[in-house]
């Protein structure tokens, strides 16, 4: 398949359109549909391709204000047939990841909601909590987000008294194992007196409180109990036993008064305002609620659309047994049917999708939804305060329009020494983290005793404006990456350099540019010797003070950072050719770097991986002729 050059929008083309969609075949595959700027715009699936691209250009077919929009700037469209409809839908999600088409309902990297992380990929998997899904290990587990926090963090506090799991993420000593292990708490992985595969075995039971399957766990160990007792093992028994005992308490929890207590089944739905879309998932198994999970989405597309895209991101990575035999849905799916075949051949079992209209079921949903309404007024109220901070901001600064992307800059550094910067983004008054970054100071004047924050926050400016000066026809005003207005962290003289380095580039006219001092709160303008007259508690400024509290809080970590990574350095670092690997070799034979010092030669090269020559230079860079 090739991209057509023309720019044309099909719409507007009717021969070209009714020729490319007879070329789609009536197959199971995805459909990608480009804009005159080749950009992909939207990718959906279809068991019949052909039938379903036709539907979108249709003149009966009532579509919403999004897709129209997106129909009306398609010029081309491409396709990739699949063997089923299971492998489009992992294709489409797969694409969509990689792609992120503006058009596509996509769920938001909602910071706030916890998700339990086990590492599978390790050895000995760890188990811990995190607000950052990483991808970056296809054997990693997630579970969640939850949206208890609390809750989460005292299940797993829970998890770690009833079976023997590492508690510490590093250990405490070298050659031997700390305290919990004698209380039988841990079974000592920092010395490896347990093997990984029965160290898994122990991490599998924890999964399974985590994938709702606590009733299977407690009839594992109940069998497991009555072997041990009939063999007269009656200290392994009884530690069946106690965790049995804990098991039941931590799945105490309300049970949800539903006909059949033996069906598993997610209940899911969502409520949303013209901007957003909080959708709210119940994991009912054994008549009991086990977790309650949370999403955010655009609230761009119907609702359905939206429950449909979240329930398969969700099950894209859950095993067969986590996934429910009946799923109640708010609103009828698009796609039910494939969704539903895909989870059948998944789980070996046929799973349902109902949207219930009435009796139990139906109130079940309507418990589910007032949960995600609590959610959407929360969000809204949090939206409101940002849109007043944003409008008294703009009212302070005499803005034309509201401030859209706000930057905040601070330096840190302890007298001079590892001087760094951070740049923190807000997007409508709310923290934007992937749009972070750190700066090294580079200033050659800056050193160890000698610090320099107006040179600092001068060469930071320069770096992170230089773009825009070297190319003067790139886009400024309504260019995403180019803020309605920038801050630092300082008084008069911070702004003054940083002021001058916008002027040599030409920049100052188009950037609005304060500093906020901060013994008193003081907002300062640029060629203004007196700040403005504030409160340091009206809305505006303390949305700054938040920008800065941010700024300075980034910048530490991050200095804090470099100077734990200086410490850490060790002068074997400084000899060529040296890897991390030989090192961990060295200091494994001699055991610290004065003995690798009083080495001879000879007794370097005896170390694998270290040869004559390795071993000759090593000598040398400790005695230098």
């Known amino acids: 398949m090739t991209t057509s ?139 969640g987000p939850y949206t208890d926090s609390h809750t989460l963090r005292e299940i797993l506090r829970l998890c770690k008294r009833i079976f023997p799991l590492r508690q510490r993420p590093q250990p405490l000593f070298k050659d031997r194992p700390c305290l919990n292990f004698d209380l039988g708490r841990c079974p000592g992985v920092c010395q ?165 209209q009435r009796q139990t079921k139906a109130e079940l949903i309507e418990m589910v939804e007032r949960n995600a309404q609590y959610e959407l007024q929360r969000m809204q109220k949090l939206s409101d305060r940002n849109q007043q901070a944003m409008e008294d901001l703009a009212a302070i600064l005499d803005l034309p329009e509201l401030p859209h992307r706000i930057e905040g800059y601070d330096i840190s ?23 972070y970054r750190h700066y090294k100071i580079k200033n050659p004047t800056v050193t160890v005793g000698h610090s320099d924050d107006f040179a600092s926050l001068a060469e930071v400016i320069g770096r992170r404006f230089r773009k825009y000066a070297e190319e003067p026809k790139l886009q400024r005003l309504g260019n995403p990456d180019w803020p309605d207005l920038v801050m630092i962290d300082g008084g008069k003289g911070q702004l ?33 010797s007196e700040p403005l007259s504030t409160d340091a508690e009206q809305p505006g400024v303390q949305l700054l003070r938040r920008l800065r509290d941010e700024a300075h809080r980034f910048a530490v970590s991050f200095h804090r950072q470099q100077r734990s990574d200086k410490l850490k350095r060790s002068r074997l670092d400084e000899i060529p050719g040296l890897g991390h690997h030989r090192q961990k070799q060295l200091l494994g034979h001699f055991r610290s770097v004065d003995y690798i010092r009083q080495a001879t030669p000879a007794q370097l090269a005896e170390v694998s991986g270290i040869g004559p020559r390795l071993a000759q230079e090593i000598y040398d860079y400790f005695h230098p002729s």
Not at 506 to 518: G, M, T
Request: hydrophobic share 40%.
């Open 5 to 143: 050059a023309q720019t044309l929008p099909l719409l507007k083309d009717p021969q070209r359109l009714e020729n490319r969609l007879v070329e789609i075949p009536p197959e199971p595959g995805v459909y990608l549909m480009r804009d005159g700027s080749d950009r992909i715009i939207y990718i959906g699936k279809s068991r019949k391709l052909r039938s379903r691209v036709r539907s979108y250009f249709r003149e009966s077919q009532k579509l919403s204000e999004r897709i129209a929009t997106m129909v009306r700037q398609v010029t081309e469209i491409e396709f990739i047939v699949t063997d089923t409809e299971a492998e489009a839908l992992a294709l489409e999600a797969n694409l969509i990841k990689q792609h992120l088409p503006y058009f596509n309902v996509l769920l938001k990297d909602d910071k706030k909601y916890p998700y339990l992380c086990i590492t599978w990929s390790e050895d000995y998997p760890r188990i811990y909590i995190t607000r950052k899904r990483l991808l970056s290990n296809q054997k990693d587990k997630y579970y």
């Open 192 to 356: 490896s007196l347990i093997s990984p595969e029965e160290y898994r075995k122990i991490v599998q039971k924890v999964a399974m409180v985590f994938q709702g399957r606590s009733s299977e766990l407690i009839d594992i160990l109940t069998e497991q109990m009555h072997k041990q007792a009939e063999l007269l093992n009656f200290e392994a028994a009884a530690r069946f036993r106690d965790q049995i005992n804990g098991l039941k308490s931590l799945t105490a929890d309300q049970k949800v008064s539903l006909p059949d207590d033996t069906v598993s089944r997610d209940a899911i739905a969502l409520a949303g305002d013209a901007q957003h879309a909080c959708i709210q998932l119940f994991q009912i198994r054994a008549g009991k609620l086990v977790g309650r999970l949370a999403f955010v989405a655009d609230a761009q597309a119907e609702s359905g659309a939206i429950l449909q895209r979240v329930l398969e991101e969700h099950y894209q990575t859950a095993e067969a047994v986590e996934i429910p035999t009946e799923i109640l849905v708010q609103h009828e799916l698009p796609e039910p049917d494939i969704l539903a075949d895909v989870l059948t051949q998944r789980k070996g079992r046929k799973v349902t999708i109902v949207a219930p």
């Open 413 to 435: 550094h302890i007298q001079g020494s590892n001087a760094v910067a951070s740049q923190v983004v807000f997007i409508d008054g709310l923290p934007a983290k992937q749009h």
């Open 496 to 528: 003054s350099s940083v002021v001058a380095v916008l002027q040599e580039m030409n920049l100052l006219e188009d950037l609005r540019v304060i500093s906020l001092a901060k013994k008193r709160e003081e907002i300062f303008l640029p060629g203004e």
